[in-house]
C-alpha cells in the first residue's frame, strides 16, 4: 500500500510523515525540491501470535509506504493560485503513482505564512485543483476520442466524465461500473483515488478538535478525517514507548497518531489481511476485501495463483486457540476453499498448487 501525503505549502506535511514513520527529514521551505519516501511495518498481534506458535525464522508484517510530496504555494484569498492546466507536473507524476491521497490541511497559525489558517478553504481549494488536473486530462482524451471511429464506449464514457468534472465533482464521487474502470485504470485519475484528510493544528488546540464546519464539510464531501497536531507527533514518535505513553496522556491522546491513521487507511482503502503460518515465516498479507482466493494466492507468488488447486482455511482464533493446524483437523476447524472463495480478514491459508 502506498500513500502521498500531500498539501499546500506550509501545512506541515513533512511534519506529519516524519510523525508517521518516524524518520527525521527535513521540515520547512527547505525540503520542497524532493520527495520524502518511509515505510512503515502495521502492528499485527495476529502475526506474533503465530510466530509464538510456530517459532518461525521471520516474521514479516503489512507495511504502507509513504510518499511526502511538495506541495503548490498558496497565494488567492480561496487557498490555491490557480491556473489553466492544474498542479505542477512533477507533484503529478508522484501523485499518480500511489494508492490513495492523505490531504495535510493547516489548522495552525504560523508566523511564515501570511495568509491565516483556513481549513474549510483549503480542503475545497486542493479538491479543485485535483478537480482541474483531472479535467485538462480528460479534454485532452475526448479531443483524441474524436478522431477515432471505433471507440463510442470510451467516448461517451469520457464525455460524462467532463461533464462531472465541469460540475466541480471529484471522480471518486461519480458511479463508475467495474467495466469502465477497467477501461480508465491506466489514466491514474487524482480525483479518483480514495482521498483521507488529515487536519493539523496546534498541541494546545488537539483537546477541542476540529471545528464544526470543516466536519461538517468532510460529512458533505463523504471524506474520512483524521485530527492531529504533527509538531507534538513527531516529538512524541522521537520518545522511548513508555515516554511516549506518558506523554499521550499528558496531551489527552488514548493513542498515537500512527495507529489512528493505519486504521483509516485500511478502512479508506478497503483492504483486509490474511495470513500464512510455518516455520519458515508467519505473515499478513493485505488485500482487498472481497478478493477470491485464486487471486489472494498471487499475492504471494504469480505460479501459486496460476497452478491454485485448494486453498486450506483456517480461522485466526481456531488456530489460536487449539495450537496447530493438525488441530484445527481433528476439530473440525480446518476447511478445503475452491478458487472463488472469498477471502476474510484474519483467514490463516496454505495454497495448494501444481505448476
Known amino acids: 500500500m502506498k500513500v502521498g501525503i500531500v498539501g499546500f505549502a506550509g501545512s506541515g506535511k513533512t511534519t506529519v510523515f516524519n510523525a508517521l514513520t518516524g524518520l527525521a527529514a ?63 507536473p512533477k507533484l503529478v507524476q508522484h501523485m499518480r503513482e500511489v494508492d490513495a491521497l492523505v490531504h495535510v490541511v493547516r489548522a495552525f497559525e504560523s508566523p511564515y505564512l501570511a495568509r491565516a489558517a483556513d481549513p474549510v478553504g483549503d480542503i475545497r481549494a486542493f479538491e479543485d485543483e485535483l478537480i482541474l488536473t483531472d479535467l485538462v486530462q480528460v479534454e485532452n482524451r475526448v479531443a483524441r476520442l474524436k478522431k477515432e471511429r471505433d471507440s463510442e464506449r470510451e467516448r461517451d464514457l469520457f464525455d460524462r466524465l467532463k461533464a462531472e468534472l465541469e460540475a466541480e465533482k471529484p471522480l471518486r464521487a461519480v458511479e463508475i461500473s467495474p467495466e469502465d474502470q477497467l477501461l480508465i485504470a491506466g489514466f491514474r485519475f487524482l480525483s479518483l483515488k480514495p482521498l483521507l484528510l488529515l487536519i493539523n493544528a496546534a498541541e494546545d488546540q488537539i483537546a477541542a478538535g476540529p471545528s464544526s464546519d470543516v466536519q461538517s464539510l468532510a460529512a458533505q464531501k463523504g471524506l474520512t478525517r483524521i485530527y492531529m497536531s504533527g509538531k507534538a507527533e513527531m516529538e512524541i514518535a522521537e520518545l522511548a514507548p513508555d515516554e511516549q505513553r506518558e506523554f499521550l496522556r499528558d496531551l489527552g491522546i488514548e493513542e498515537p497518531a500512527r495507529d489512528r491513521f493505519i486504521r483509516a487507511a485500511y478502512a479508506l482503502l478497503d483492504l483486509i489481511s490474511f495470513l500464512t503460518a510455518g516455520e519458515d515465516e508467519c505473515r499478513a498479507w ?43 483437523r481433528e476439530h473440525g476447524k480446518l476447511r478445503l476453499e475452491g478458487k472463488d472463495y472469498i477471502v476474510q480478514d484474519g483467514d490463516v491459508i496454505n495454497f495448494r498448487f501444481n505448476v
Do not use: M, W
Open 26 to 88: 527535513e521540515t520547512g521551505f527547505g525540503g520542497r525540491e524532493r520527495a520524502n519516501v518511509g515505510v512503515i511495518k502495521v502492528p499485527d498481534d495476529r502475526v506474533d501470535k503465530l510466530a509464538e506458535i510456530y517459532s518461525p525464522k521471520k516474521k514479516t508484517y503489512a507495511e504502507i509506504s509513504f510518499v511526502d510530496v511538495a506541495g503548490p504555494e498558496q497565494h488567492d484569498a480561496g487557498g490555491a493560485e490557480h491556473s489553466e492546466t492544474g498542479l505542477d
Open 286 to 328: 493485505p488485500i482487498k476485501a472481497g478478493t477470491h482466493a485464486q487471486k489472494a494466492a498471487g499475492k504471494i507468488h504469480s505460479d501459486i495463483e496460476r497452478g491454485f488447486i485448494r486453498a486450506e482455511v483456517a480461522r485466526f482464533e481456531d488456530l489460536a486457540a487449539l495450537g496447530s493446524i493438525a488441530a484445527c
